[in-house]
């Protein structure tokens, strides 16, 4: 497997938002695609760079607040 990947501590802070907020992200099914290589999270430079090319950094930010906001008392 050849390309450049980030990890979900990278993206997190290239993006301004919390690993857990990517973490929940993946268990919604929002987001950039992401693979798992020997168990761990790993997101492809590529597929960081469309996601961000249909969605700015605003509603980036924007999605990761509604997910908080509508995130029932006690789940994180």
């Known amino acids: 497997m050849t390309g450049t990947f980030l990890n979900p501590k990278?993206?997190?802070?290239?993006?301004?938002i919390s690993?857990?907020?990517?973490?929940r992200?993946?268990?919604?099914?929002?987001g950039p695609?992401?693979?798992?290589i020997g168990g761990r999270i790993r997101y492809r430079q590529e597929e960081v760079d469309a996601?961000?090319?249909?969605?700015?950094?605003g509603a980036i930010r924007q999605l990761a607040q509604q997910n908080m906001a509508s995130e029932p008392e006690g789940v994180a």
Request: glycine letters at 4%; a negative charge.
């Open 10 to 16: 990278e993206l997190a802070q290239r993006w301004k």
């Open 19 to 23: 690993p857990s907020t990517l973490e």
């Open 25 to 30: 992200w993946r268990w919604l099914g929002v």
């Open 33 to 36: 695609n992401f693979i798992k």
């Open 51 to 57: 996601y961000e090319a249909t969605h700015d950094e």
